[in-house]
């Protein structure tokens, strides 16, 4: 079985500070773990995905994540936020031999102030 | 370059009424999905089929009926509108990656539905 859980509804942060959104993961197999982000009234977009190869992963926007095993942690971070990264994150686990269907996190709502 | 089209964008139901959402992509996906997302619920998951004649239930399929005829199209059902039913409906479909798992999920801009 897999889950995961975004520990954090909503981060606030200041334009130019680091973005820190955490998630943790359970599963019983190999986990895909991806970030996705949604602006408001529009579809969702993957930022990121660890397909376990390198455990440190670089996505679009200047975005990255660590996946830590020991830790079963799959936080996102980028050292300096833009006005334009205010939105809603999701961190999703699938498993690699196991049910194939992707589980979502309830969701982290960013927001940047000037 | 379409990627997953979803229609319509915008609908209002009476209770009772039902419907049909369309969805269709082109990257000959074998895994397509539908979720409903709601106000601090995240992604829901309701119906999922992992390739054509093969449909399955996800977390909450109560009022939804799906069919797979094709590998493109994967329509959702909304069998008799309720209240409790208003929602954004994505679609959204994904491939077997080289390590067996799904790969990522491309989704559609969305469908907004109110059920009056």
């Known amino acids: 079985a897999q889950s995961v859980t975004q520990l954090d509804s909503h981060v606030s942060v200041s334009e130019g500070t680091p973005v820190l959104l955490r998630c943790n993961y359970s599963?019983?197999?190999?986990?895909?773990l991806f970030w996705y982000v949604q602006h408001p009234n529009k579809g969702l977009q993957l930022l990121l995905k660890?397909?376990?190869?390198?455990?440190l992963v670089k996505g679009i926007n200047g975005f990255e994540a660590e996946f830590k095993k020991s830790e079963t942690s799959f936080h996102l971070t980028k050292p300096s936020a833009h006005m334009s990264d205010a939105a809603e994150y999701f961190c999703?686990?699938?498993?690699?031999?196991?049910?194939?269907?992707?589980?979502f996190g309830r969701g982290t709502s960013l927001i940047v102030h000037p | 370059n379409a990627g997953v089209t979803q229609t319509p964008k915008f609908q209002v139901l009476k209770t009772g009424q039902s419907m049909t959402l369309q969805c269709a992509q082109d990257?000959?996906?074998?895994?397509m999905s539908w979720y409903r997302q709601d106000p601090g619920m995240g992604l829901r998951l309701i119906h999922y089929?992992?390739?054509?004649?093969?449909?399955d239930q996800g977390e909450v399929p109560n009022g939804y009926n799906v069919s797979r005829s094709t590998t493109e199209d994967f329509p959702l059902r909304l069998l008799s509108a309720a209240p409790s039913q208003t929602s954004v409906y994505f679609c959204?479909?994904?491939?077997?990656?080289?390590?067996?798992?799904?790969?990522?999920?491309?989704f559609g801009e969305g469908s907004r539905l109110t059920v009056l």
């Open positions: 959204a479909s994904s491939y077997s990656d080289l390590t067996g798992g799904t790969g990522e999920l491309f």
């Open positions: 599963s019983s197999y190999s986990p895909s």
């Open positions: 660890y397909t376990s190869a390198a455990t």
């Open positions: 999703v686990v699938s498993e690699i031999g196991g049910s194939y269907i992707p589980t």
């Open positions: 990257m000959n996906h074998e895994y």
């Open positions: 089929s992992v390739g054509a004649g093969i449909t």
